[in-house]
């Protein structure tokens, strides 16, 4: 069986701001999918500890007022939810989340906050060299396999591009949900992908993100931001931009031809 097959966790978190070192968690899931059918759900509203932005609020809905009054302590989030994605690392799933570099250093900035074991403390031998279990990042994957398509890469227009139906895009339930939807859309598309055992297709996107990385920051230097750092790293960012050169990136897959 593939790995789009079996048991995929689909992971996702709403926050107060787009820095994964500052940012607060305000909502999470966790989706477990099974055959392409959802199995199981998990879902956390946080108080974060701090006001929420009100372009934050904009974007997933969550104001100051409601987290409060019915988050939960968000020392008790960021735990709950990294026990989860670990129980199914445990249990040989593939944790699936759009932008992982994202939303797995935020989780792992908020543990390190509060004082709780990492994901790597939690998973013990089990961990990869970065410290989690094995990953799928759509994003990722779809910048090396379809690289010169134009258009916007936000989850909403890969959607599109794979025909995966996103109802309620910034829900955490609804873009965990689609986040996995759309890493079986491209697996089914590229056989190359579909192939690779989960830790060698995880290696591939440490890869594949790295030489992203790489030529982002040239393509920011060349408009006028010469200082400018793209943190390389994948699947967790360092506390500080990267300032060491990238890895050398691995070649994309070829695209499944008809």
């Not at 607060?24 to 509203?45: D, K, N, S």
């Not at 445990?90 to 797995?104: E, I, Q």
């Not at 900035?109 to 094995?134: I, N, V």
């Not at 994309?252 to 008809?258: I, K, L």
């Amino acid at each position: 069986m593939t790995w789009h097959g079996g048991v995929l966790a689909g992971f996702d978190l709403e926050t107060t701001g787009t820095d994964p070192h500052e940012a607060r968690i305000v909502t999470a899931a966790v989706v477990e999918v099974t055959g392409g059918e959802m199995t199981g759900r998990r879902g956390w509203l946080a108080d974060p500890g701090i006001a929420i932005p009100e372009q934050a609020s904009a974007i997933h809905g969550i104001s100051t007022e409601r987290a409060v009054a019915q988050g939960r302590p968000a020392r008790e989030v960021a735990d709950e939810v990294a026990e989860a994605l670990v129980e199914l690392w445990r249990r040989g799933a593939v944790v699936v989340a759009y932008n992982a570099a994202f939303d797995l250093t935020l989780l792992t900035a908020e543990l390190a906050r509060y004082g709780l074991p990492s994901l790597a403390d939690r998973l013990g031998a089990a961990a990869g060299p970065a410290g989690t279990g094995p990953v799928v990042d759509p994003l990722t994957i779809d910048r090396a396999v379809d690289r010169y398509r134009p258009g916007k890469r936000t989850l909403e227009a890969v959607c599109t591009v794979y025909g995966v139906t996103l109802e309620g895009a910034h829900d955490a339930f609804a873009d965990a949900l689609a986040a996995v939807h759309v890493a079986r859309a491209i697996a089914d598309r590229h056989p190359t992908v579909a192939a690779l055992a989960p830790e060698l297709l995880h290696e591939r996107q440490v890869s594949w993100y790295a030489s992203w990385a790489t030529g982002f920051q040239a393509y920011l230097r060349r408009q006028g931001s010469p200082e400018a750092v793209v943190d390389a790293r994948w699947p967790l960012r360092a506390p500080t931009p990267a300032a060491t050169p990238a890895p050398a990136p691995a070649p994309a897959p070829a695209p499944a031809r008809a």
